[in-house]
Structure formats: C-alpha cells, structure tokens
C-alpha cells in the first residue's frame, strides 16, 4: 500500500487523473469541510470531514454529522488539521490532492506547509494537477523519464548539487531560482543539507523541452502512461 | 494614467472582471507568446509578443511577425523578458496578469520574480483572479476594507510588525505563517526592514470573516465595487 490515507484540502477538486486515481484507491479518505461536498456530490463517503464545519452544506453538515470532527482552532489551516489528525492516527504516509488552484495565498501556505509535515515525521506529497511536491531532507533521489521536468524550491538547504538535472543547483535564495530544471537519465539526485521541496511535472509537451534536454527525451505519454512515466511516487521512503 | 503597460503572462487566461478591466483599459500590452494566441482570438492586437516564438499558432506568428520580439536566452522566463523588455523602454509602472493558475512550480516561481523586478526598480503588481500581489520593501499602507483577507509572505524582511489587521505579525521564516490575515480598518500598515510580499484578496464572502473581523466587516460588494472596494492598488507609489 502506498498511503495510508488521502486528505482533499479546500482548493480546486482534481481533475488530473493521477490524483484522481490516489483518491479512488485510498485506503482512507480524510475531507477538509470545504471539499467534502463536491466529494459526496460525485458518489462518496469521506471516511472524515475536518475543520469548522461552516463550509459544508447543512444538509452533509446533519447527513454526515457522525464523520464530522470539528476542529475550530484558528492558528491552522483545514489541511493541517486534517494531517494533525491523520498523525494522532498512526497514519503518517499521506497524499494532499486538490490543494492548489484557489487563491494564490492559500496555494503558497498549503505547499509551504508540506516542511512543516517532514518536520512533523509525515511521510507527504501534494498531487496537484500538474506534477507532485515532496518535502526532502538531505540528499535524494527519485526515478523520472529524461525530458521530465523537475523544479527544487530551497527552504533551509545548503551545498545544493543535483545529478541528473539539465541545469545546475546552487543554494537558491529567490523561489524561482531552482525552477524549470529538467532531468536527463531515469533518475535524479539532490545532494544537499537541509530543506527543500522538490516538484516534479507529471509531463510535459516534447516541444516544449530545451534543445539539450529534447535530445534525451521519449515518448510524451498520454493518461495510460502516467503510472510508468512517474515512477517518482513509488521511491523508497514509503519503505517498498 | 495607472500603469505604463501590462504583461499578459503564460498562465490561466484571467477570468475576474478587475485583471481584464486593467487589460482593456492597458496603454501598452505585452503578451508572453504563450499567452498571445489567446488575447489575439479575443480580438486584440498586442503592442509586442516576448517570449522564444515556440508557444504561439503558425498563424499568428506569421501574422505578426512585426510584433515579435524573439529572445531565446534560456536563463530567464517570458515574463521576465517580459518586463526587461519594458524597463528598458522606461516604462516601469507594470501590472502583470495570467501568471498564475497552471503549474504549481511556475506560479511560485513567477510570484517570487516579483521580488527582483521590485529589486530592478519596476513598480510592479500581479493581477490574479483572486487578489494582487505587491512587492514591497520597508514600512508601506494600503488602503482596504475592514474585513479584507490579506496574506504578508516574508522575503528578507526583519522587524515585521501590523498595523490594523486581526492577527500579529513576526519574522515568518516559512511562507504559510503570514498567509489569511484580515484588514480590521480602513487601511493597513506594515513596519518592516527589508523586502516582503504582500496579497490582498479582492473579497471574502462575509460568513468566511473571523469573528473578529467580522465585527468590523461592512457589505461584500459585487463586481461593480471592486474598485471602491479595491483602493489599494491605487496607492502613493504609482505617483498619483
């Protein structure tokens, strides 16, 4: 098994169908009030609903009142009440999927946050749309396909240095300064002390790749792709 | 006059009425390529499209090919070239729009430039669908509505401190720790030394207001009130 549970945060409900299938498949599927009626109106039971219960309908809010775990504490976010409780749980590995695509701010705090998670000993990565962010520590590695693009957003790291990347890391003081990075081989390596995040973008449109990275690049891979192209989920920490 | 040009950047096509208002109402218009096609089939013409002319139809990019200002160098996003582009014809009163809503790691990466378009002496704002972004450095006031959900995403800056808004604030070392303030007057002033990001949503349904805000709180204006209800992008830095 690959998590232990799923938390759907208040943001845009997934539409990738990556994200779509972790949800469908978890073994436990916590809600953020705010998304637990979008996820009952598309046929489901949440096997949780977290937070303060106003952003739930009032018919869900008496249907599921025995799901409802109300948390109206205002230091944090639904989506950190929702990991709190998965932790209390014994449930530390943990996807986050439709936490992005809101407000801006929202988007910032709920990724930012995933540091917080790896400090907390969460095993933790967010599917977005797009790709998936996973807080590292220290030095990792993760399986990709050449071409496949990778950003590393630095929090606390040092001595930054990457293998199997088009471009070079430094230890990064802006945001932007790590993204839009590419791999060449199967896998890369972040060598480096401390924090960071790594994305790294489900696929990309070959056209769009750099002439140095095109040279290394495959197939692009439709839906039916998605599991073999990024393998990256699968990597050792969830002790496979 | 508000702005000497807008940037129509790569991301989602803008949806909220304020972002396509400032885009209507643009002196000078710069599309990223990638975002060309789109302006164009809504019957526009740009003043210049930046980027390396890879994103843009066949037709349009020979259509205009007189308004296509290639640069290919890869160290720097379109919006980026976007804006040098525009610093270096002195106008330096930008407001960028369609950079957010796509990828994850693109987002963060063009919110952060801000930071250094602040740095290069651009007077620069992003335009969401949901609020704006401005970089700021040192002690700024803006003007808002009591009850207005305001996020503060720290930088470099030290010595951070609020005036009018509902929750304290300190020197935030990870992003989320600023986010989901809310204005508690008329205005709001932050006292800092260094550089800072500030994002002021442009409403909040009511019922979403802390309790404390809410006291404060007056009525959610609808589309027609958004600039009364929105001043502060109107504030003493563009001169006025």
Known sequence: MLFDAVVLANGEYPTNPLPLKILAEAPYVVCCDGAADEYIRRGNVPDVIIGDGDSISEDNRNRYSHLLHRISEQETNDQTK???????????????????????????????????????????????DYGVFIPCRDVRTFSCSPGQQVSIINFTARGLHGKGLVYPLSDFTNWWQG??????????????????????????????????????????????????????????????
């Open 82 to 128: 929702a990991v709190r409780f998965l932790l209390s749980q014994g449930k530390r590995h943990i996807a986050i999927t439709g936490a992005t695509g809101k407000r801006e701010d929202h988007t910032l705090g709920n990724i930012s946050l995933l540091i917080d998670y790896m400090r907390a000993e969460a095993d933790v990565r967010m599917f977005t």
């Open 179 to 240: 993204t839009l990075n590419e791999c060449t081989e199967a896998e890369f390596t972040i060598e480096a002390e401390g924090e960071y995040l790594v994305f790294i973008s489900f696929q990309q449109p070959p056209q769009r790749l750099s002439a140095k990275a095109r040279r290394f690049s495959g197939e692009t891979p439709g839906i039916e792709g998605i599991e073999l192209y990024y393998p990256g989920w699968r990597d050792a920490s969830f002790g496979e």
